[in-house]
């Protein structure tokens, strides 16, 4: 039952990545695709802890703590050096 | 058995949770409009399949493991600070678009 | 509270709240409740606040956990009624949502108190921060569906705004 709810998962979650990727492409303004890379981070995260639990391997915890701490940062860094052209001020 | 039908429900709904935050960033209008989607929708939505693996966790091994819930507080502390961000770059944008 | 700026105990616990929450992590990080684990979260949660006792702006002086537990109670429920309804919005019609911008006046004079408030809009209902202007005391907010901009100022202020003034005496 776990395997099938996680295959269904997968599936949904793939969904969004596509859907996400769709809004990076197009746009249209800098915070869209800036959010849309935001989004991708998250989506990253919820992938590796569902592998994680497909695996049924601890390390995926790891991973998904620095994707969340990396796609945190990354996205402070942009909108920081779009609103004041300076990342550290 | 108990434990694994709840852990496939909240992956499930985890899931779909993560679409809908998604399906929210290519419907919606505006850049603000569109922020509303994953920031609220997305970090549930993981927030419920972290909860799932936990679960899933303690049917396997039977030790409760509160390690995995620190993606969640993490990502729910953060998320408000980016959408927040994010917002302000978009004020600057809407307003540079108005002077051209 | 000490009536001195800066008594010994204060020197050595600059944030007491901030130690207890390090502990707490440190704990969930390990996942483990042994002794040793507790000493060197200990020991963490005392050196962080004060070698990063710089940065932070102001010391919470007054912190009512009852209240505190149970404004978490109300934000945690809040996000699930949040989710249904974004649910509602994003699968339905997105041509008739009314989306606006509206100023909610604040109350307090804490920065650090109004932007937890900020955070808590921002995963509630339909209601996004955009900006905190602590100068002329307003936030900025950007709602997804708004009828009636008053209805929803009301709601901020009586839901969040009144349990946190309460929990951190401000």
Redesign the interface.
Known sequence: MLTTAITISLVLVGAAVGLTLIRLALGPTMPDRILALDTLAIDAIALVVILGLLNATALSFEAALLLAIMGFVGTVALCKFLIGRSIID | MIA??I???L??T?????????????????????????????????GA??A??SV??YA?NGDI???????P?????????????????????AAARRQN | MSPRPDSFGRRLLPQPVLTLAIVALWMMLQSDAGGGTLLLGLALGLLIPIFTSVFWPSRLRVFRAGAAVRLVGIVLYDILVANIAVARVVLGNTRNIRPAFVDVPLDMDDAYVATILGSIITLTPGTLTIDIDMDRRIVHIHGLDVPDPAAVIADIKSRYETPLKEIFGC
């Open positions: 694994e039908a852990a496939s429900l992956i499930v985890g899931a779909a949770f993560v679409l809908l935050g998604s399906i929210g960033l290519v419907r919606l209008p505006d850049i603000f409009t569109r922020l509303h989607g994953p920031t609220k929708a997305t970090t549930l939505g993981v399949i972290v799932a693996s899933a966790a396997v493991s509160l390690r995995e819930l620190t993606i507080l993490f990502l729910f502390i953060t998320a408000p600070v980016s959408a927040h961000l994010i917002g302000k770059v978009a004020l600057k944008d």
